[in-house]
């Protein structure tokens, strides 16, 4: 139980360092506040409270780096500046947090304002090295005026790594942006290209019914049955082709499970059905082997369990509930739906369930219904291969 509880301190602790806003801050004040307090308390441990209120100022100056790296940096800078003359001893804790600074302020401001800050911080370390004998050796003060420079350096390029990981977050928005406009674009272009035509000649034969009596009405009902049903198998094509294209889904992702789109299209019929006063339930029983992957069954599906809820919806009867039953086996998909038969009805089923029965076929499925007693039963039977 130790290990598990040590894993979850870590895990949570792990969440917690990325949601750092600034990491780069957060990592450099930390190493350097470290480095000072070990200094201070571990070597030469203060005794005066005066002293020690002293170091406590500027290591909270430090700590407020975080927020504000420039005017802090800059207060850390006088206060050492300052405290290296008028505090006696004071200038063994100087060093961290001028090198802390210095690196802040090259890496929040521009290029000149770190070189001037470099050449200004490198002319007092001469300046002290020359006005207070004993201060520095030449060779101390040339290495001070190196890790000037190195701070320099260090926070020119937090600087410029910072805006590339920036630009590389942008870029990767806008690429998914393009990605996204392009599918938009691609999918809007073949639904133009496969169902315009057919939804125009729908709509042309339907206006036509009323001022051209010359053609006969089962004549039309019949064109109208087909121009539905080369619609419905181009949309069919059209999911099919979209589950199957990687443009259109994550990388990584298969198919979804059929057990998992039966349960997600029921509950979604049950849904629609219950919000306009329907009563009744869908029943899914899938056996254990069933788990398996189609994306061309589950178009089929989608667009068997759509047609079955929405017929529903236009022709039943809400007084009487419905039951829809689907059983999925390692063979065979069957699905059995019935509902009271409303006053509007079409007997014997209208354009959209021969359309569907065509698709069902094509599939080697087999579609049949029937109306008995007021009720309106149906029953739906797909091969798995």
């Given at each position: 139980?130790r290990?598990?509880?040590?894993?979850?301190?870590g895990c949570?602790?792990?969440?917690r360092?990325?949601?750092?806003?600034?990491?780069?801050?957060a990592?450099i004040?930390?190493?350097?506040?470290?480095?000072?307090?070990?200094?201070v308390?571990?070597?030469?441990?203060p005794?005066?409270?005066?002293?020690?209120?002293?170091?406590?100022?500027?290591?909270?100056?430090?700590i407020?780096?975080?927020?504000s790296?420039?005017?802090?940096?800059?207060?850390?800078?006088?206060?050492?500046?300052?405290?290296?003359?008028?505090?006696?001893?004071?200038?063994?804790?100087?060093s961290?947090?001028?090198?802390?600074?210095?690196?802040l302020?090259?890496?929040?401001?521009?290029?000149?304002?770190?070189?001037?800050?470099?050449?200004?911080?490198?002319?007092?370390?001469?300046?002290?090295?020359?006005?207070?004998?004993?201060?520095f050796?030449?060779?101390?003060?040339?290495a001070?005026?190196?890790?000037?420079?190195?701070?320099?350096?260090?926070?020119?390029?937090?600087?410029?790594?910072?805006?590339?990981?920036?630009?590389?977050?942008?870029?990767?928005?806008?690429?998914?942006?393009?990605?996204?406009?392009?599918?938009?674009?691609?999918?809007?272009?073949?639904?133009?290209?496969?169902l315009?035509?057919?939804?125009?000649?729908?709509?042309?034969?339907?206006?036509?019914?009323?001022?051209?009596?010359s053609?006969?009405?089962?004549?039309?009902?019949?064109?109208?049955?087909?121009?539905?049903?080369?619609?419905?198998?181009?949309?069919?094509?059209i999911?099919?082709?979209?589950?199957?294209?990687?443009?259109?889904?994550k990388?990584?992702?298969e198919?979804?499970?059929?057990?998992?789109?039966?349960?997600?299209e029921?509950?979604?019929?049950?849904?629609l059905l219950?919000?306009?006063?329907f009563?009744?339930?869908?029943?899914?029983?899938?056996?254990?082997?069933?788990?398996?992957?189609?994306?061309?069954?589950?178009?089929?599906?989608?667009?068997?369990?759509?047609?079955i809820?929405?017929?529903?919806?236009?022709?039943?009867?809400?007084?009487?509930?419905?039951?829809?039953?689907?059983?999925?086996?390692?063979?065979?998909?069957?699905i059995?739906?019935?509902?009271?038969?409303?006053?509007?009805?079409v007997?014997?089923?209208?354009?959209g369930?021969?359309?569907?029965?065509?698709?069902?076929?094509?599939?080697?499925g087999?579609?049949?219904?029937d109306?008995?007693?007021?009720?309106?039963?149906?029953?739906?039977?797909?091969?798995?291969?």
């Amino acid at each position: 139980m130790r290990w598990v509880g040590a894993d979850a301190s870590g895990c949570t602790m792990l969440k917690r360092l990325k949601n750092i806003a600034h990491p780069f801050l957060a990592f450099i004040i930390a190493a350097f506040s470290l480095v000072f307090e070990c200094d201070v308390w571990l070597f030469t441990p203060p005794k005066q409270w005066w002293f020690i209120s002293v170091l406590m100022l500027a290591q909270a100056l430090a700590i407020g780096c975080y927020w504000s790296p420039v005017w802090c940096s800059v207060a850390l800078l006088l206060l050492n500046g300052v405290g290296e003359y008028a505090i006696p001893g004071y200038a063994q804790f100087t060093s961290y947090f001028m090198f802390l600074s210095v690196i802040l302020i090259c890496y929040k401001t521009s290029n000149r304002i770190a070189a001037a800050l470099c050449l200004l911080m490198m002319s007092y370390t001469c300046l002290e090295t020359m006005i207070r004998p004993g201060s520095f050796t030449g060779y101390g003060c040339l290495a001070f005026c190196m890790v000037y420079a190195v701070a320099s350096t260090v926070g020119r390029y937090m600087a410029w790594e910072q805006r590339r990981t920036e630009r590389m977050r942008e870029s990767v928005m806008v690429e998914s942006r393009l990605r996204q406009l392009e599918a938009n674009q691609y999918l809007a272009a073949h639904l133009h290209d496969a169902l315009s035509q057919e939804l125009a000649l729908i709509s042309m034969e339907t206006q036509l019914h009323a001022v051209d009596k010359s053609v006969p009405d089962e004549e039309r009902w019949r064109r109208v049955s087909d121009y539905t049903q080369n619609a419905l198998a181009d949309l069919r094509g059209i999911i099919t082709q979209l589950r199957d294209d990687g443009d259109f889904k994550k990388d990584g992702d298969e198919p979804e499970n059929v057990v998992a789109l039966l349960r997600r299209e029921a509950a979604a019929g049950d849904k629609l059905l219950h919000d306009h006063g329907f009563s009744g339930e869908t029943v899914l029983d899938s056996a254990q082997d069933a788990n398996m992957h189609s994306s061309e069954l589950g178009g089929l599906l989608s667009l068997i369990c759509h047609e079955i809820y929405t017929n529903m919806l236009k022709h039943a009867e809400t007084a009487r509930p419905y039951h829809v039953s689907i059983s999925l086996s390692s063979s065979r998909v069957c699905i059995r739906y019935a509902n009271g038969i409303g006053e509007q009805s079409v007997a014997g089923g209208g354009s959209g369930l021969r359309s569907l029965q065509s698709l069902i076929t094509s599939m080697g499925g087999d579609f049949s219904h029937d109306a008995r007693d007021g009720e309106w039963n149906g029953t739906v039977e797909i091969p798995l291969r």
